[in-house]
């Protein structure tokens, strides 16, 4: 399954949103909407409000400017006709000081207050001007009408930003009743022409013969009725003020007509009834001037509050309906989120924890067919509620079908066992008449192809326990005791053909216990098999050591080989890490899974790497990590618990050494599982071609023989090849204890111990001899396979007991013989003797070659260094401290051997020739596998 995340979306990208901002979205863009559009209309009755305020604010003015023009015109048609009063100038006064009050309103506009001001300051300098004398009529006409265009306009610039309908109708209702009024003006300022025209002889002429001029009166007689009848729209039909207004009129026309016609027969005109229907109709145009002007800051007011409370009250609609929506829209998107979540949370968990924590659980249990899951938490029975049971279908449908698989793989891996057990036991019964017909075999070619058969049998073993691993079976091994780590890495070197190239220095301290053991030999063999497959022939395999941080045991396998890519070095790397997987490519890499399964099974970190930084052939290097919990204490290696009561056998006296240790070589290789040589074999063929008779194998063997089925390296011992006479009940040995050795029947005869080659002398041998030697015949090199058990191996790698020394006939070193194998040379040691063997008393003191050495360490600790008097410090002399380097020998007792130059070089060509030899037998025979991994 792919557990990449996806690429990251867009912020643009809608797709990519999440459900909660989809749904975020699509209930917010109508919401946002509406709460634009609500707002648009709270802000528009607000600012409705406002305006009607404000407007309500300065048309309080326009009443006092209306009584400020008509009481103005009264003025100024007294002082023009001489009919003046004071009360009149009275009033203008008291009006302008209204009028300026008002022009200082801050509410007003700077033009219409700036034009207030402009109409008062006119009205003053009129006043002045009425109030020095001598003024025309007609100037003062002109002024006053210019000063009465001044206040309405004022009064438009006021009433101009109020659009309601009512007040526009109300503001034209004010300017016609006002320019009605002006007309009175008018035509009172005619009457004033005409009786100063009939004062003089020249209009009381023109009165005579009918020609008075009557154009300005007729004119301003019409524009009132005229404007009368504009405000007859605005009245009923029946108002009396415009009815008086009407008959007003007429009166004025009457009077004049009578007036004229009376002034042509030299009459008077009728100026006091005419200056008296005038007043009379001032005063009515007055009434509906401040009813107009009042009836419109009323309405503005109203408005204004109108607008307050429609701005309010929509406020509240629009919260109201935005709050109400939202709760909607929160409601129906919690409705559709919230399943979706939990499908989401249960598909999520399902895929991610629960499904592979069933699996698991599938895969590790016996019984597959619990299939039980927790469904996801949607109960509804719409579409989401649908594509929830879906999931929860998904998800049975695969718990059935892991079942299903883990039931066939819990088959497949039982017909594993069982093909691999019955493989195993053939194998152990072949191995055991293998190692039947060895004992029986006396022709060393036929016994070199004995001991290749008997690695090839091991080797398939090693296949079968590879394919119960493969199966996931622990191969079923008694308890032992603990093994030492050095008996560990020769039962794992002795598993693979080539041993003799695996290099190994000093063991580190430290032991495995049996059940460990067991599979870190295994696990060792199928890397050191690798090496030694994947490196050339004649290079060598190490094995290096070191102790590691957390106090473990870090093993190292080196080869030259041909390497392996840096790619599918991470890749193997991965599949150490991860404890391997079963799939197409286990069959082809069968070591590399079973070392995988079995470093997860214990623990254990392996890790692979270049040897070399080279581009050809690189090598690889293995590590391994034995962990602390693995490593248990060394115990003694020859305590092995109570053992039977049994005669010692007869052990020749070994002849004193007189060749260093590295000229000494075991007369056996190594084996494996149980197989045992007999105690006497047949003494290998002298240089001078001749073979010596062999003697006959006695029945018995006093080396511990295999068992088919043994577990090898836990110590399990097998029982001997031929029955023991019955013998009084004994006590069991314990486990991993080595079995002793049968005692020789009566009437057997005793095997005679094998001896060691002879130390080869410089002296006797020159290149003469060794190319004579070539021409001799010459018996292969026999090479068998290790134990698994290291009581039988440490029997098959103990040196056979050495002839005395006149008994052993010099002989040249054979040029096919191994003379030095890491096995013999760096492994003889003192658990390779037999526990149960007592040579003797015990000494009542007890020493050692290297007590010397202590000795001397002693004796220089304890000396004090002399003093130098000038210096004050100790003087050191080359030589004094100088402390023994080796142990000295307990016979020699020199710290140094000497070493003859011939007899090394003789060795070194012996061993050239051994090595070309055994190379071209080896191509000869089998077929080479450089460079499989």
Do not use: C
Not at 544 to 553: I, P, Q
Not at 894 to 910: F, Q
């Amino acid at each position: 399954m792919d557990e990449h995340s996806p690429p990251r979306a867009k912020f643009w990208d809608i797709e990519g949103w999440g459900l909660r901002w989809k749904v975020t979205a699509v209930l917010a863009v109508p919401v946002t909407v509406a709460m634009i559009l609500g707002g648009l209309r709270v802000e528009a009755e607000l600012s409705g409000a406002v305006q009607y305020t404000s407007a309500a604010n300065q048309v309080s003015g326009i009443p006092d400017m209306v009584a400020l023009e008509a009481a103005m015109g009264t003025l100024s048609g007294g002082v023009a006709s001489g009919t003046a009063l004071a009360e009149d100038r009275q009033t203008v006064e008291e009006l302008l000081e209204q009028v300026s009050e008002g022009a200082r309103n801050p509410e007003l506009d700077r033009d219409v207050a700036a034009s207030i001001n402009k109409s008062v300051a006119d009205t003053r300098s009129l006043l002045d001007l009425m109030d020095s004398g001598g003024v025309p009529p007609s100037v003062i006409g002109d002024r006053q009408r210019a000063l009465a265009e001044d206040f309405i306009d004022s009064a438009e610039l006021i009433l101009a930003p109020v659009e309601d309908p009512e007040v526009i109708d109300k503001s034209f209702q004010l300017m016609t009743s006002w320019q009605a009024q002006r007309r009175l003006f008018d035509q009172a300022m005619a009457m004033v022409d005409l009786m100063n025209l009939y004062s003089t002889a020249e209009g009381r002429a023109l009165a005579r013969a009918g020609n008075i001029p009557m154009n300005d009166i007729v004119f301003s007689a019409g524009s009132e009725s005229g404007l009368l009848d504009l405000l007859g729209r605005f009245y009923p039909e029946d108002d009396t003020q415009l009815a008086s207004l009407h008959e007003q009129i007429t009166t004025r026309n009457r009077l004049i007509d009578d007036g004229v016609a009376d002034a042509a027969q030299g009459g008077l005109l009728p100026v006091l009834q005419i200056r008296g229907s005038l007043i009379s109709s001032k005063d009515i145009y007055q009434d509906l001037t401040s009813a107009a002007a009042a009836d419109i800051a009323d309405t503005v007011t109203t408005k204004a509050a109108d607008a307050r409370s429609a701005a309010l009250r929509d406020t509240a609609v629009v919260m109201g309906t935005l709050l109400a929506a939202l709760i909607l829209a929160l409601l129906v998107s919690r409705s559709l989120v919230g399943p979706i979540r939990k499908l989401r949370y249960g598909a999520l968990k399902a895929a991610r924890r629960d499904l592979p924590q069933a699996i698991e659980k599938i895969k590790s249990s016996d019984d597959p067919r619990d299939l039980s899951f927790d469904p996801v938490p949607v109960d509804s029975t719409e579409e989401i509620g649908q594509l929830a049971r879906a999931v929860d279908d998904m998800h049975g449908q695969a718990l059935k079908l892991a079942g299903e698989q883990a039931q066939l793989r819990l088959q497949i891996s039982d017909m594993f066992e069982t093909l691999a057990r019955r493989s195993k036991s053939l194998v152990d019964q072949q191995l055991g008449l293998i190692e039947k017909l060895e004992f029986e075999e006396k022709d060393p070619k036929r016994l070199e192809s004995l001991f290749r058969l008997d690695h090839l049998a091991a080797r398939m073993r090693r296949n079968g326990e590879n394919l119960l691993v493969l199966a996931g079976t622990r191969v079923r091994r008694n308890q032992s005791a603990a093994v030492p780590l050095g008996d560990v890495l020769r039962a794992a070197i002795s598993e693979v053909e080539d041993y003799q190239r695996v290099q190994v220095g000093a063991t580190p301290e430290g032991a495995l216990s049996g059940s460990v053991a067991t599979d870190v030999v295994h696990l060792l063999a199928e890397l050191v098999d690798n090496a030694l497959r994947a490196s050339p022939p004649g290079s060598p395999v190490t094995f290096g050591f070191a102790r590691a941080v957390d106090g473990g045991v870090l093993l190292e396998i080196a080869d030259r080989g041909i390497g392996v890519p840096t790619d599918e070095l991470t890749e193997i790397n991965e599949r150490l890490a991860s404890g391997g997987e079963v799939g197409p490519e286990t069959a082809r890499h069968m070591g590399l899974f079973v070392v995988s399964r079995l470093a997860q099974r214990h623990g254990l970190t392996v890790r692979m790497r270049p040897t070399f930084d080279t581009a050809r052939n690189p090598g690889v290097t293995v590590s391994i990590h034995l962990p602390t919990s693995l490593i248990v204490a060394h115990s003694n290696r020859f305590d092995t618990g109570q053992q039977a009561v049994v005669a010692a056998p007869e052990r020749p006296a070994l002849p004193p050494r007189d060749t260093t240790r590295s000229e000494e070589r075991p007369a056996l290789p190594s084996r494996r599982e149980s197989a045992t040589a007999p105690a006497a074999q047949p003494p290998l063929p002298e240089r001078n071609g001749h073979d010596s008779a062999p003697t006959a194998s006695p029945p018995g063997s006093a080396l511990p023989r295999r068992t088919p089925g043994a577990s090898g390296i836990t110590g399990d011992t097998g029982v001997p090849s031929a029955p023991t006479p019955a013998r009084e009940p004994e006590t069991p040995p314990a486990r991993g204890a080595v079995t002793p050795p049968r005692p020789p029947r009566a009437g057997e005869p005793r095997p005679e111990p094998a001896g060691l080659d002879p130390v080869v002398d410089g002296s006797s041998l020159s290149l003469g001899d060794e190319a004579g030697a070539l021409e001799q015949d010459q018996v292969p090199t026999v090479q068998r396979h290790r134990y698994r058990d290291p009581a039988k191996t440490a029997s098959f790698f103990r040196a056979r007991t050495e002839q005395p020394a006149q008994q052993q006939p010099p002989r040249r070193p054979d040029p096919l013989e191994d003379t030095g194998t890491p096995i013999f040379d760096q492994m003889v040691s003192e658990w390779l003797r037999d526990p149960t063997k007592n040579d003797g008393p015990p000494p009542t003191t007890w020493e050692s070659p290297a007590d010397a050495g202590w000795s001397a360490v002693e004796r220089v600790r304890s000396t004090p260094a002399e003093i130098d008097p000038d210096l004050g410090l100790p003087k050191r002399r080359p030589g004094e401290r100088l402390l023994p380097g080796t142990v000295e020998g307990a016979q020699t007792g020199t710290l140094r051997r000497v070493r003859d130059p011939e007899t090394i070089r003789a060795k070194l060509s012996s061993h050239q020739r051994g090595v070309r030899s055994g190379r071209a037998r080896t191509h000869t025979d089998t077929p080479s596998t450089e460079g499989e991994r």
